[in-house]
Nanobody, 127 residues
Framework: QVQLEESGGGSVQAGGSLRLSCTAS????????MAWLRQAPGKKREAVAT???????TYLDSVKGRFTISTDNAENTLTLQMNNLNAEDTAIYYC?????????????????????RGQGTQVTVSS
């Protein structure tokens, strides 16, 4: 049974930073593909960053240069370092993972179907 649990959300002023973490059980970190998703009020859920087993990474254009996705394979954790946050980054952020079948069909990118998702952690950025 795959379980993903996020931590590290909170409130910050525009220009600030937050670091999100995700611990996984029943799923080997980034094998084959993990992603951070977010959903803002009234908006569709979107992927903001993905990482695959080879360390290949993709980012949503609006977070490039500000967000960094990484893993600690020894600790089986996924992180998202978010810098220079702005009000548009306000959302619930989810740790997520894809199945090998999905990756075979779609690769590991922002459009890869997600099979597993944590409960989410709130990020609020005030301007």
């Amino acid at each position: 049974q795959v379980q993903l649990e996020e931590s590290g959300g909170g409130s910050v002023q525009a220009g600030g930073s937050l670091r999100l973490s995700c611990t996984a059980s029943g799923y080997t970190i980034r094998d084959p593909c993990m992603a951070w998703l977010r959903q803002a009020p009234g908006k569709k859920r979107e992927a903001v960053a993905t990482i695959d087993r080879d360390g290949n990474i993709t980012y949503l254009d609006s977070v490039k240069g500000r967000f960094t996705i990484s893993t600690d394979n020894a600790e089986n954790t996924l992180t998202l370092q978010m810098n220079n946050l702005n009000a548009e980054d306000t959302a619930i952020y989810y740790c997520s993972a894809a199945t090998p079948t999905a990756v075979e069909l779609y690769g590991c990118n922002l459009r890869t179907p997600i099979a597993y998702r944590g409960q989410g952690t709130q990020v609020t950025v005030s301007s």
